[in-house]
């Protein structure tokens, strides 16, 4: 499966954007589905994951109750709507695709693809 990750920018504290994954030659549906970001110097950390079915959704502490994951089957995109940015949630922000296991995984290694990232700058 291919991935396209859009919806970047550069938006002041306090804002909202809206990352989209857009899935091509395969179905998302047969996929767990989760949002990294890197930031410069650091190392990719998990943001959010949704099962495939999406009955089970996971955000990482820093980000709950201000980021949503989402899917659309159908439209074979997931989301990750951000609201309230912060200036640390600056970041390239990357969509996987997970083939295997019984739910998502927050393990790097268990993705199989990866999306191009999509930079995220908040200013404050």
């Known amino acids: 499966v291919q991935l396209q990750a859009s919806g970047g920018g550069l938006v002041q504290a306090g804002g909202s954007l809206r990352l989209s994954c857009a899935a091509s030659g395969r179905t998302l549906s047969n996929y767990h589905m989760g949002w990294f970001r890197q930031a410069p110097g650091k190392e990719r950390e998990v943001v959010a994951a949704i099962s495939r079915n999406s009955l089970s959704t996971y955000v990482t502490e820093s980000v709950k109750g201000r980021f949503t994951i989402s899917r659309d089957n159908a439209k074979n995109t997931v989301y990750l709507q951000m609201n309230s940015l912060k200036p640390e949630d600056t970041a390239v922000y990357y969509c996987?695709?997970?083939?295997?296991?019984?739910?998502?995984?927050?393990?790097?290694?268990?993705?199989?693809?990866w999306g191009q990232g999509t930079q995220v700058t908040v200013s404050s």
């Open positions: 996987a695709a997970d083939l295997a296991g019984f739910g998502y995984s927050l393990a790097r290694r268990d993705y199989d693809y």
